[in-house]
């Protein structure tokens, strides 16, 4: 066994195994050879194709770790993440944003934590009982890397003609009692604008639905959603479709070349497959997620990603803050 993905779906008891190939990034799924897609935040770039077999059940979910064990390697040295680095890009923002274009810049930082003795089987069963909402995943392949993650947020899925996103941004603690306010809704309805905007200008006679914005939780935070579907005329092919919408706003900002910019300038680092997208790719069906709420793996320690949605409303400290209740959804179940 080299490569695997073992997963647990949103609303699901049972998690699931593949072992995987990498195949030709020309390939396409065929009615019985779907594909396990894996992108990165620069999908231009990295973008990963996988052939998947079923695996032999128990047997080689106990291997998990053994196999982790062996093909692990060593983090690569990073410089840590300043508070005062991020609160300083924050603040960059917030005097940088206008009126009209540059109106949201989503702002990341990465951390290590010392792993050695982690069952990451372990670590998955418990993301798996504690997030049940979420989808749970734990990949390695060589070419990625091993990734761990229980995200909250799919970025398309869809069967035949019928295609659904969510816009999910703005974040709360979860106990928090105090209703929603101006700067939340607002980061929260320009993803929607730029979901509906990518649905119809690509498909002229889409009829488009909405609902929400309402909350959800993922453990210690929660969210505004909003889902947005769609009937097309045809079906779509499902990654072009996914990769149109990639990165939304909810993961980069407002506007998408502005908001790139920025976050090269500014955060200071590669985030690699972290807010990247990947699931399964069907002949007549896909289902892809947002990577977030998610780290990657090495032999000695684990490296942290999260980010949060900067406005003009911003308040540097929250948003930093914010980022450390995103990292405890993970750091709290590390065992
Ligand atoms: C960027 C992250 O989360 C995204 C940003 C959110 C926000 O700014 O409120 C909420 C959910 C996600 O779309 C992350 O978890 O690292």
Not at 188 to 193: G, L
Not at 237 to 259: N, Y
Not at 266 to 287: H, I, K, L
Not at 306 to 330: C, F, H, N, P, V
Request: hydrophobic share 40%.
């Amino acid at each position: 066994m080299h490569s695997f993905l073992l997963y647990r779906k949103p609303g699901y008891q049972h998690s699931e195994m593949v072992l995987l190939s990498a195949v030709d990034a020309q390939t396409v799924p065929t009615p019985d050879q779907p594909l396990f897609v894996f992108a990165g935040f620069e999908a231009d770039v990295r973008l990963h194709l996988f052939r998947m077999t079923n695996a032999r059940g128990e047997t080689d979910i106990k291997d998990v770790d053994a196999v982790l064990k062996k093909n692990l390697t060593l983090a690569p040295e990073i410089s840590a993440d300043s508070k005062k680095h991020y609160l300083n890009a924050v603040e960059s923002a917030i005097k940088n944003f206008d009126t009209t274009v540059f109106t949201k810049v989503v702002l990341s930082r990465r951390a290590t934590y010392p792993a050695k003795g982690i069952s990451y089987l372990s670590t998955f069963a418990e993301l798996s009982r504690r997030y049940p909402d979420t989808m749970v995943f734990l990949m390695y392949s060589p070419e990625t890397g091993c990734w761990m993650g229980a995200t909250p947020e799919r970025l398309l899925y869809g069967d035949n003609k019928e295609i659904h996103s969510m816009s999910l941004a703005g974040t709360r603690l979860t106990i928090d009692p105090t209703p929603w306010a101006d700067k939340e809704l607002e980061e929260q309805k320009i993803v929607t604008a730029y979901i509906e905007e990518v649905f119809s200008s690509t498909y002229h006679t889409i009829s488009i639905k909405k609902n929400g914005p309402y909350e959800v939780t993922a453990g210690p935070v929660k969210h505004l959603r909003t889902d947005i579907s769609g009937t097309l005329p045809v079906m779509p092919h499902w990654l072009q479709l996914a990769l149109q919408l990639h990165p939304t706003p909810a993961v980069l900002g407002s506007h998408h070349t502005k908001a790139k910019e920025f976050i090269k300038k500014y955060e200071g680092y590669d985030r690699s497959y972290y807010t990247g997208f990947f699931g399964f790719w069907n002949f007549d069906s896909a289902d892809f997620y947002v990577n977030l709420r998610s780290m990657q793996v090495f032999d000695d320690q684990v490296i942290l990603y999260a980010g949060a949605g900067i406005t003009a409303g911003s308040d540097a400290e929250s948003e930093w803050r914010e980022t450390e209740l995103k990292m405890q959804t993970l750091l709290s179940v590390l065992v």
